[in-house]
Antibody
Framework: EVQLVESGGGLVQPGGSLRLSCAASAFTFSNYAMTWVRQAPGKGLEWVSAISGSGGSTYYADSVKGRFTISRDNSKNTLHMQMNSLRVEDTAVYYC???????????????WGQGTQVTVSS | DIQMTQSPSTLSASVGDRVTITCRASQSISSWLAWYQQKPGKAPKLLIYKASSLESGVPSRFSGSGSGTEFTLTISSLQPDDFATYYCQQYNSLWTFGQGTKVEIK
C-alpha cells in the first residue's frame, strides 16, 4: 500500500528555516510528480509547491516563491522542502501528496501523507 | 490564476438527505476537477476525479458532474460517516482548491 510519511516540522521563529521531508513507499517514486499542500489552523487547503518525477521541473505558489525550495532524492524515495525566511502566516500542517498520473505533472492527488505541523512564532 | 469558489460554506443536513455542493471556476477548466473529503485531524481523501469519475473504493452514493466552470458534488443519501469538509480542486493549470464546504449534522 502506498505510504507517504512527512517529518521535519516544528516550532521556529520568524525569519528562521526548516526542512521538511516526505518518505515514500510502495510505488515507483521517480515515475510520479509530488506536491506539498498546506492547511493553516481552521482554514482550507492551499497548494504550495510541486516537482516533476525527474526533479527537472518545479512549481511554486506566489506566497512561497523565492523562500521555499522543493527537491527530491529518487535514490532514497524522499521528497524535501527547504523553507527559509519563515513568516507567521506559514504556520500550517504541511502535507505531501502524490500526483496520480505516471510521467506527468499537474493531475489530481491520489495519496496524501498524514501531515507535519509547522509553527512560526516568536 | 484560476480561482475556485464553493457554495455553500456550511451545510446542515440529516442522515438520509440528498446533499449537493457547488464549485465554480473563474475560467474554463474543462473537466479537470477533483473532489476531496477531509475529516478533522486527517489528510484529505480523494473522492472524484475528472469531474465525474469515482475513485476506487469510494461509495457509489457520491457522484460528480459538470464541465467548464460549474461543477457539483452530490451525496445521494447522507450517511453518518459523510459528515466532513469537502474541497474541490482544479488541475487545469497547476492546482487551486476551493475554500471548502463543511457538512454538519442538522
Amino acid at each position: 500500500e502506498v505510504q507517504l510519511v512527512e517529518s521535519g516540522g516544528g516550532l521556529v521563529q520568524p525569519g528562521g528555516s526548516l526542512r521538511l521531508s516526505c518518505a515514500a513507499s510502495a510505488f515507483t517514486f521517480s515515475n510520479y510528480a509530488m506536491t506539498w499542500v498546506r492547511q493553516a489552523p481552521g482554514k482550507g487547503l492551499e497548494w504550495v509547491s510541486a516537482i516533476s518525477g525527474s526533479g527537472g521541473s518545479t512549481y511554486y505558489a506566489d506566497s512561497v516563491k523565492g523562500r521555499f525550495t522543493i527537491s527530491r532524492d529518487n535514490s532514497k524515495n524522499t521528497l524535501h522542502m527547504q523553507m527559509n525566511s519563515l513568516r507567521v502566516e506559514d504556520t500550517a500542517v504541511y502535507y505531501c501528496a502524490k500526483d496520480s498520473r505516471v510521467g506527468a505533472t499537474g493531475y489530481y492527488l491520489d495519496y496524501w501523507g498524514q501531515g507535519t505541523q509547522v509553527t512560526v512564532s516568536s | 490564476d484560476i480561482q475556485m469558489t464553493q457554495s455553500p460554506s456550511t451545510l446542515s443536513a440529516s442522515v438520509g438527505d440528498r446533499v449537493t455542493i457547488t464549485c465554480r471556476a473563474s475560467q474554463s477548466i474543462s473537466s479537470w476537477l477533483a473532489w476531496y473529503q477531509q475529516k478533522p485531524g486527517k489528510a484529505p481523501k480523494l473522492l472524484i476525479y475528472k469531474a465525474s469519475s469515482l475513485e476506487s473504493g469510494v461509495p457509489s452514493r457520491f457522484s460528480g458532474s459538470g464541465s467548464g466552470t460549474e461543477f457539483t458534488l452530490t451525496i445521494s443519501s447522507l450517511q453518518p460517516d459523510d459528515f466532513a469538509t469537502y474541497y474541490c480542486q482544479q488541475y487545469n493549470s497547476l492546482w487551486t482548491f476551493g475554500q471548502g464546504t463543511k457538512v454538519e449534522i442538522k
